[in-house]
């Protein structure tokens, strides 16, 4: 299943730079882990915001949330997801 995920970094202004540093640096290795296991393929910042909108595939939802839980800043991103099914014009029908 694909699903469309977009989500915005809530991470609290007051977080200290060395701390940030760290999560962005965990997030980007944990992407890389997602991206090797085909789980996100393709991803794009949002222009003027702290957010991402993301093209995942997972086997079902709970693959999905599991996914999306083990990301470093998951405590702090507001997060919402679309399923996303075949249009009958992708399919050659």
């Known amino acids: 299943m694909e699903f469309l995920v977009r989500s915005e970094n809530r991470l609290p202004p007051d977080t200290p730079d060395e701390r940030r540093a760290e999560l962005k640096a965990a997030e980007r290795a944990r992407a890389i882990q997602l991206r090797e296991r085909g ?52 399919s050659g029908a």
């Open 39 to 90: 789980i996100l393929k393709r991803l794009w910042r949002v222009p003027g915001r702290n957010a991402t909108v993301g093209l995942y595939e997972a086997d079902d939802p709970a693959q999905l949330h599991e996914a999306l839980m083990s990301l470093p800043l998951s405590p702090w991103l507001d997060v919402t997801v679309e399923a996303l099914a075949t249009h009958p014009q992708e």
